[in-house]
């Protein structure tokens, strides 16, 4: 059993900037993860995420250019540096590892896909 450990959210004014982390229990490295993001009545909504044999990054266009996804596989810590945060961006933010379900390229914003979550934490931005 993984398990995923978020943490790194807080309450920012927008333009702000976040780091958040997902330290995990066991070696990752073989892992596809993603971060995703979920507010109250809406859908899991994918964020960023990262192939673990290409290393190729994928992202929200939502987030791009303002968000980067990031792995540390020596620490087994995936991390998302979130600049320019908007009030839209506020959320739940889970980390989510190990991708099963068919070309990761094309469904990695599937929540379905991954096989293990996190518990999530809260990022909140105010205008």
């Known amino acids: 059993q993984v398990q995923l450990v978020e943490s790194g959210g807080d309450s920012v004014q927008a333009g702000g900037a976040l780091r958040l982390s997902c330290t995990t229990s066991?070696?990752?490295?073989?892992?596809?993860m993603a971060w995703f993001r979920q507010v109250p009545g809406k859908e899991r909504e994918g964020v960023a995420a990262i192939s673990a044999a290409s290393g190729r990054t994928y992202y929200a266009d939502s987030v791009k250019g303002r968000f980067t996804i990031s792995r540390d596989n020596v620490r087994n810590t995936l991390f998302l540096q979130m600049n320019s945060l908007k009030p839209e961006d506020t959320a739940m933010y889970y980390c989510a590892a190990l991708w099963s379900n068919g070309a990761f390229e094309d469904g990695w914003h599937r929540p379905d896909g991954f096989a293990y979550w996190g518990q999530g934490t809260q990022v909140t931005v105010s205008s």
């Open positions: 066991a070696y990752t490295t073989a892992y596809s």
